[in-house]
């Protein structure tokens, strides 16, 4: 059996060049995670002996490894377009605030990782995850593709250098655009695979990434530099994304001892015999909240930007690629890094037509290939990859179209949904806010009856994990 029916390419009206290209294009617009969830982890994981630059070798091996097996349980089981690794955002909650925050052993949140894992692998065979996707309200679906686009578009802007961060206005266009050639290149990549996807031209997002990357080597052989973050910061107050070097220096160099991940893997292990009731508990629900609504947010959101959703706004065989999602995190966690989940960064390839599992098979090839070599990521600059985010947002915020802004019980939920999102930096938090105004609005105005009792109590759960998120009750529990 060939590739096309293997992965069915025929039926979902793709070919094997499209899916390659839809696949590199995944893996160049995420694998900074190569590099970024080390930088984040290594914070928190300090292993006796092993000294910090091996320990941060050892996590990069690590998170080739999870991306890697759980996006290939994605393309051989789920057939889904839909690349995995370890989460933004979760690795941070991990290093952060439950290991230097809370004081719990890093082997100890492994633990709970990893029992998040098999709880999710439980509730996706029992069919729990797909019956409280389904409870999502209308609104909320065709919503999230929107927030998932301004979300990307936000993240694109600011590691373009083209917005930064301002203590007046939070957000506001870089100061000092003219004189940071970061800025510049990325504006004119920008522009430059815009007009690439305009003409229609294929493989435009690769070709986008790959001609921003040489230009930022071209500028850095001419002796540009990226404008200093504290040069910024000290003349205009503004908060520039650090260090964005032109032509990145790879940080990580592989040795032998880099591959010796046994310090890490199976440390979950000695987490689970240093457990309290309590403050696990609590741990595990947050690490599986945050985990089990950004996944199901992500598959709602790119599966509305690939047109896999059904009349209902549901995914079919939603339960395949979440069984992915949970093998992945468990597996992760067993390895030795933080919850692993399903890419927003997946709607570039989707948007490059890529549609089955075929584009995610070429995305863990390309993960595992990386530990033969220096990541290929290293040699693409943030800013180049990031280009691409806003390309795609644009993209995707063309799906409010759906949504009936006549009905203010639409409009609300939907509405909250996608701005909830970019501004808070979590999907979860977007959705939260679509599903916890619904059935209060559809009660205000006298349509009580339309409310399904599950769309209630999951509104009452996102109420308690935000009670136990911002309370104070985590730390007490400690």
């Given amino acids: 059996m060939g590739l096309a029916d293997y992965f069915a390419l025929d039926e979902h009206d793709t070919d094997v060049g499209t899916e390659l290209v839809a696949g590199v294009t995944t893996f160049l617009t995420m694998s900074y995670i190569v590099v970024v969830n080390p930088a984040i982890l290594s914070n928190a994981i300090q292993i006796d002996g092993v000294s910090a630059n091996r320990t941060f070798q050892m996590i990069a091996v690590v998170t080739l490894v999870a991306a890697g097996t759980a996006t290939l349980v994605m393309a051989l089981y789920a057939n889904r377009p839909f690349a995995q690794a370890p989460g933004l955002g979760l690795n941070a909650f991990f290093a952060f605030t439950v290991v230097l925050g809370l004081g719990i052993p890093w082997q100890t949140a492994l633990a709970a990782v990893v029992v998040e894992g098999i709880i999710f692998i439980v509730l996706t065979a029992v069919g729990a995850r797909e019956y409280i996707i389904k409870l999502f309200p209308e609104p909320v679906k065709l919503s999230v593709g929107a927030g998932i686009g301004l979300f990307l578009a936000i993240i694109g802007l600011e590691e373009m250098r083209v917005v930064v961060g301002d203590p007046a206005t939070f957000l506001t266009f870089s100061p000092v655009f003219a ?221 409010v179209a759906e949504i009936a802004w006549d009905d203010v019980t639409f409009a609300v939920p939907a509405a909250l949904t996608v701005l909830v999102m970019p501004f808070t930096f979590s999907i979860a938090y977007g959705l939260a806010a679509g599903i916890v105004s619904y059935p209060l609005v559809k009660a205000a105005v006298g349509e009580v009856d339309d409310v399904h009792v599950g769309q209630w109590v999951l509104a009452a759960l996102f109420v308690l994990y935000f009670y136990v998120r911002t309370s104070g009750v985590l730390s007490a529990a400690v």
Avoid: C, W
């Fill in 179 to 399: 004189s940071d050639p970061v800025a510049v290149v990325s504006v004119v990549g920008l522009f430059l695979t815009l007009a690439l996807y305009a003409r229609d031209v294929p493989g435009s997002i690769v070709v986008g990434i790959v001609a921003t990357s040489l230009m930022g080597y071209a500028a850095s052989a001419m002796g540009y530099t990226a404008y200093a973050a504290e040069k910024a910061t000290e003349l205009y107050g503004v908060t520039l994304q650090s260090p964005v070097p032109l032509a990145p220096d790879a940080p990580i160099t592989y040795n032998a001892a880099s591959y010796d991940i046994s310090p890490l893997a199976g440390a979950f292990i000695t987490g689970l015999q240093n457990v309290e009731g309590v403050s696990f508990a609590l741990i595990v629900f947050t690490f599986f909240f945050v985990d089990f609504f950004d996944t199901a947010g992500t598959l709602v959101g790119v599966g509305q930007a690939g047109g896999f959703l059904d009349e209902d706004g549901n995914l079919p065989d939603v339960d395949k690629p979440l069984m992915a999602d949970a093998v992945g995190t468990t597996v992760g966690g067993m390895l030795g890094t933080s919850t692993v989940t399903t890419y927003i960064e997946s709607a570039t390839g989707v948007e490059e037509g890529g549609r089955t599992g075929l584009t995610a098979l070429v995305v863990a090839v390309l993960f595992f290939a990386s530990l033969a070599v220096v990541p290929l990521a290293v040699a693409v600059p943030t800013y180049a990859s990031h280009l691409v985010l806003v390309v795609v947002g644009v993209i995707m915020l063309s799906n």
